[in-house]
């Protein structure tokens, strides 16, 4: 009985991570992939205004 129910907890674990780790390491990529596309937004912004020269 005790090997099924650490069979089970580890299944559960499997299971959890799968889950839960690509959200966990998406939500920094996303973050600054925003924040990068923010910047080049604004840049894009200035650089039609003439205030930034590239």
Do not use: C
């Not at 966990?24 to 992939?33: H, K």
């Not at 894009?44 to 590239?54: D, P, R």
């Amino acid at each position: 009985m005790e090997e099924v129910s650490s069979w089970i907890t580890l299944d559960y674990r499997r299971l959890s991570l799968r889950f839960y780790a690509p959200a966990v390491v998406n939500a920094p990529i996303q973050l600054v992939m925003r924040e990068k596309t923010i910047s080049l937004y604004q840049a894009g912004e200035l650089v039609a205004k003439g205030e930034l020269h590239v």
